[in-house]
């Protein structure tokens, strides 16, 4: 870039070029981690995240002295005893990926306001039309609008949102890091939103229908979907959610390859570890998304070979269930 602030064109498209490969909400949480947690610090992170969070937090800030105490789902209620003076957040997804655990987050963001940490959710997965966390005691709210919020599979982005003061240590790291979204990048989302409620709405009615239907084949032995969730966790879900949301887990009683084999007879699902679009995916976490965890780790996790992950496109809810039918039944 030139000195006097002029930019030279060829300069400027290269740097512009380069920005959608950070400028993720992986680069939004990285910013919102190190903006609140400094060297010594700690940070609590709950039930299963996403893949690159995993490995910033247990990897990349350990290395920089802010240590991370990850609890899985079953072991909740360890989070009172593990908050510190030291913690600075919590962090989780509610719905979690890929088993669509769901938490509480008024009562964790009580526990977190003990200590003085700020609670941070992932929303990505309900997206603002099932579920506003700030609502219920979130201090923060990240979405991968690389999801629902572009909703074509296209784009690259993220956004974190909270009160002005919350954001403001934020956003001198963005601008620090150089984390700024192209302009034409960023109209992307800001025109994909307008119809976030529509698509959302939509792929609701649809994921719970085929949740419900695929709930009583033979050779399915769970399918994980907010909408079908029984005793505390369908208190939480209706508490804090207005609609199930567009993904679900199903979880065949099979071999890595036989689930491949159901997994490559659908025709209408893309194969993709992405979600949110307006096309159907479809994925094996143990072999995508989670493929990177220890083994031992993952089958603690309930992430199994017979797991299927499911984004439910805006396609007809009927052809999409004769297509996961056939690639069920056929031998
Ligand atoms: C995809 C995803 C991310 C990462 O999003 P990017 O925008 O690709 O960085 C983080 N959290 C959740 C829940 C996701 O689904």
């Not at 609502?135 to 629902?148: E, F, I, P, W």
């Not at 399915?220 to 029984?230: D, K, Q, S």
């Not at 194969?271 to 603690?300: F, K, N, Y």
């Amino acid at each position: 870039m030139e000195s006097d602030g002029r930019l030279d064109p060829a300069t400027l498209a290269a740097a512009l070029d380069d920005q959608p490969a950070i400028v993720s909400v992986m680069a939004t949480e990285a910013a919102t981690f190190l903006a609140y947690a400094h060297f010594g610090d700690h940070i609590i992170c709950l039930g299963d995240v996403y893949g690159g969070t995993f490995e910033l937090l247990g990897v990349n800030l350990a290395q920089l002295g802010i240590s991370t105490t990850f609890l899985r789902a079953d072991e909740l209620d360890r989070l009172p005893e593990a908050l510190t003076d030291r913690t600075r957040l919590v962090f989780f997804e509610t719905p979690t990926n890929p088993n669509l655990d769901v938490f509480d987050i008024h009562a964790i963001a009580e526990l977190a306001r003990t200590v003085g940490a700020l609670t941070v959710v992932d929303n990505t997965f309900a997206t603002p039309v099932n579920q506003n966390p700030l609502h219920h005691g979130a201090d923060l709210v990240v979405h991968s609008a690389t999801k629902y919020f572009g909703g074509h599979s296209d784009l690259t982005a993220g956004t974190v949102i909270g009160s002005a003061e919350h954001l403001a240590p934020i956003m001198m790291l963005r601008k620090n890091l150089g984390q700024m979204i192209a302009p034409e990048i960023a109209s992307q989302p800001a025109r994909s939103i307008r119809s976030l409620p529509v698509r959302v709405r939509t792929q609701n009615d649809s994921a719970a229908a085929i949740a419900t239907h695929l709930a009583t084949h033979p050779r399915i032995t769970r399918v994980n979907y907010p909408g079908l969730a029984t005793g505390e966790a369908k208190r939480i879900v209706d508490t804090q959610m207005r609609g199930g949301g567009g993904i679900l887990s199903i979880v065949l009683d099979a071999t890595v390859a036989e689930t491949a084999a159901v997994v490559d007879r659908l025709r209408i699902f893309f194969i993709a570890p992405s979600l949110g679009g307006v096309e159907s995916l479809v994925t094996q976490p143990i072999t995508t998304t989670h493929h990177g965890l220890d083994p031992a780790e993952r089958a603690r996790r309930g992430i199994t070979d017979g797991m299927i992950r499911l984004s439910i496109g805006r396609e007809d809810t009927d052809d999409l269930l004769a297509d996961l039918t056939h690639a069920l039944d056929a031998e």
